[in-house]
């Protein structure tokens, strides 16, 4: 039995939908996406045209009563002209690439691996993902203790397994392991991330076309060639391009494990813009910088995204 | 699948396959495993060579998270009273005495409001806009859509610098509110693209059939559409809300005080003479245990919320 009073509540608009009643199928759309791209104008466009604006400029945001200068090019002629600059270039592209190949390499071998399709395996994936879900922050902190020479879990299993006193070297200080110590942790935190997607692109190839393969009696090896690297490769590579965009922003978990040292040996571009514009202050620099960074990995992105489609067409 | 099949895995592939993976998984696990178990380890033990696998467990970490504590002079330490909790017993054992409680409880409780406030915010205003993007003919709906995306490319140093002049001018700075506008801005992207997933999944016929039952086309939005969207809002929102949480780079460049977050205070808690790892352990483990079983939960919704919804499974 239908409730009456219910019914009647039911039957009686309320308030708001009796105004939005009248309203047609376009007005509620921009009604609906317009708070979104509002909010987005207002925290993510407005602040990238004053940064474009602020880049032609000496502005110093410690110092807010000087007098502001337009430059021109100035700001942007010095940071492409700076052998720092490039090093730190140079020093994001060791790590992108790094990090990209040992996540893929590892992240593609777990994947092929699990989808052995072997007991557990749900499971076992579960626990392989939780890295990537955590503050790199927090963790790329904790990291520093795992890495000390004295103490630490990392040089102590350094030394159990080769004998290396554990004690003769140091990851985060000199010695030139720094850089391959922030690949390592990234690598750890971010090759489920790999994983997972190769795990998708594995699990959509159909069975039928193994068992094609089978009965024309081509080798394992060859299927693997000609069957399931081409067909996972377009998920491959839009898991590289995440990684890619995400790697060259990378700020948080190395600012806290080297914190770009010893010396520059791990200043990644975003952590040496961070130096220039909230600790040397150097504003108008900086968002010089900022650009040359946005536009860099927006460029990449564009031309790698392209690649994709055609890989994805054939 | 058929009980036969030629393209089945041997025993022993699948046997082979597991212990690889199995390892692999020991030893991912065990930095976290070892964050857990430091949190539980005194002082001396958390930095004893070789690292102590096996130890007498201590709270010292965890009450040395939740509290300051000062030494006192030797004499003065033989006069006191006896301790009166346990808590005050592990900080004498220490030879100190608690001075007052610290800050964590103070920057969790900002990570637990910004977090679901810009969860709430994002959630709420990706829904409509996603349902927009999902049903209507929005002008220009590609480039629309490609420019929401393209927002999440921007390095946050990038962004930080206007956004940190335009807090000082608007007084935002440092607030729950600006936090929580920011992190909405930065969330908005994933929630109108996973939820435009979600939504575009749902067969438009239940709406039109609502709406030739007579609802507005608001109420079938509100009454049809959004409870079948439930498990996507759900999973969304727990994406929105971890990287809230994770976020360290905007929180430590616009906060210092009053909206700091839980991810810049960890690791500024000290001790004597560096680092306090015990409690900085503690305070990561208390940080990162609800995300570990958010995880857990989203474990099916995984791949479509890191793809943006590029990839489904």
């Known amino acids: 039995m239908p409730n009456p009073i219910d019914a009647a509540a039911r039957a009686t608009p309320d308030p708001l939908a009796r105004r939005i009643r009248g309203l047609s199928d376009r007005t509620i759309a921009w009604l609906f996406v317009a708070p979104t791209i509002f909010l987005l104008l207002a925290i993510n466009i407005f602040p990238l045209i004053w940064t474009v604006r602020l880049s032609f400029t000496n502005y110093r945001a410690n110092r807010p009563n000087e007098e502001v200068e337009f430059v021109g090019l100035r700001n942007y002629i010095r940071i492409l002209t700076d052998d720092g600059i490039w090093a730190n270039m140079q020093t994001t592209a060791h790590f992108l690439f790094w990090t990209l190949f040992f996540q893929v390499l590892i992240g593609f071998t777990l994947a092929w691996l699990i989808n052995r399709k072997f007991k557990g395996n749900d499971l076992l994936t579960t626990l392989i993902v939780l890295p990537m879900m955590l503050s790199p922050a927090v963790v790329g902190n904790f990291w520093t203790f795992l890495y000390q020479p004295q103490i630490g879990l990392v040089n102590y299993m350094v030394e159990l397994l080769t004998g290396t006193p554990a004690s003769s070297f140091s990851m985060l200080g000199p010695g030139g392991y720094a850089p391959w110590s922030i690949i390592i942790v990234d690598t750890w935190m971010w090759t489920p991330f790999v994983m997972l997607i190769c795990l998708a692109g594995l699990r959509s190839i159909p069975d039928y076309i193994y068992e094609a393969a089978e009965i024309d009696r081509a080798s394992k090896w060859r299927q693997f060639w000609t069957l399931t690297v081409p067909m996972v490769l377009p998920f491959l590579m839009l898991a590289v391009l995440f990684r890619g965009i995400e790697n060259f922003k990378m700020f948080d978990m190395v600012v806290l494990l080297t914190g770009g040292g010893p010396g520059n040996e791990t200043l990644l571009a975003s952590i040496d813009l961070k130096r220039e514009a909230f600790e040397k202050w150097r504003t108008g620099y900086s968002s010089a910088y900022a650009i040359i960074l946005f536009v860099t990995v927006f460029g990449l992105a564009s031309i790698y995204v392209k690649a994709l489609n055609k890989v994805k067409e054939r | ?313």
């Open chain 2, 1 to 313: 699948m058929t009980a036969y099949s030629i393209t089945e895995p041997s025993g022993r592939s699948k046997l082979v396959a597991g212990l690889l993976v199995t390892l692999y998984t020991i030893v991912t696990l065990l930095p976290l495993v070892w964050i857990i178990s430091t949190g539980f380890k005194s002082g001396p033990d958390s930095i004893s060579y070789p690292p102590k696998v096996l130890f007498e467990p201590s709270l010292e970490g965890y009450v040395n998270l939740f509290t300051t504590r000062t030494r006192v002079a030797a004499e003065e330490f033989q006069n006191l009273p006896p301790p009166e909790t346990w808590y005050d017993e592990i900080v004498r054992d220490q030879g100190m005495v608690i001075a007052g409680p610290s800050r964590f409880g103070e920057r969790f409780l900002n990570s637990v409001i910004i977090g679901f406030g810009s969860t709430f915010l994002s959630i709420f205003l990706g829904t409509l806009a996603a349902y927009a993007f999902s049903r209507f003919k929005v002008p220009l709906k590609d480039d629309l859509l490609f420019f929401i995306l393209s927002t999440r490319m921007m390095p946050p140093i990038a962004v930080a610098i206007p956004i940190y002049l335009m807090y000082r001018e608007l007084g935002l700075s440092d607030t729950h509110l600006g936090m929580i506008l920011l992190y909405t801005a930065v969330n908005i992207s994933l929630a109108v693209w996973l939820l435009k997933g979600f939504i575009d999944e749902i067969p438009r016929e239940y709406e039109e059939a609502a709406l030739i039952d007579g609802y507005t086309r608001f109420q079938a939005f509100r009454k049809v559409v959004l409870p079948q969207a439930a498990t996507g809002i759900a999973s969304t929102a727990i994406f929105c809300l971890i990287f809230a949480w994770n976020e360290y780079a905007f929180a430590v460049l616009l906060t210092s005080g009053t909206a700091q977050t839980a991810p810049p205070f960890i690791p500024t808690i000290i001790g004597v003479g560096g680092q306090d790892w015990p409690a900085v352990a503690a305070g990561a483990t208390i940080f990162l245990l609800p995300v570990m079983i958010f995880t857990i939960l989203l474990r099916k919704h995984l791949l479509r919320g890191i793809t943006f919804g590029a990839v489904r499974k």
